[in-house]
């Protein structure tokens, strides 16, 4: 008794083997997904927060470095600071001479709107 195998046969084979392979591996994950304790999950959530608070005073340590005003007030009864764009601060920066990639880099704003501010401030080149 020979056996043969023809190509139709050998491709049904190796699908049937790969649909019992993804299967496995499907079954297997979820397993491992509810296995997964809640304890692990918050402090997950809990590494979550300290990160945010560390980014937090990052860049309030930045913004004290590069001079820039801190986007957020320190205090929430300071209204008048709470409402100022990144653009009120690149008037009074374009007011006090600096230059535009300076302004850019500061406020956070493109090249072209610091350009723009500086020559708005200036008259735009023109003798007004």
Known sequence: MEFTLTWQEGLIAIILATLVYLFE???????????????LAEEVEGE???????????????????????????SAT????????????????????MIAPEIAARCGISRD?????????RGGGQGN
Do not use: W
């Open 25 to 39: 591996t499907l079954v297997f994950s979820r397993r491992r997904l509810v296995a997964t304790p809640p304890a």
């Open 48 to 74: 979550l927060a300290r990160l945010r608070a560390d980014l937090d005073v990052l860049r309030q340590r930045l913004d004290a470095l590069s001079g820039a005003p801190a986007q957020m007030p320190a």
């Open 78 to 97: 300071d209204t008048a600071e709470a409402v100022r764009s990144p653009y009120d601060y690149a008037v009074e920066y374009a007011r006090t001479g």
């Open 113 to 121: 709107e610091a350009a723009l501010i500086v020559a708005m401030q």
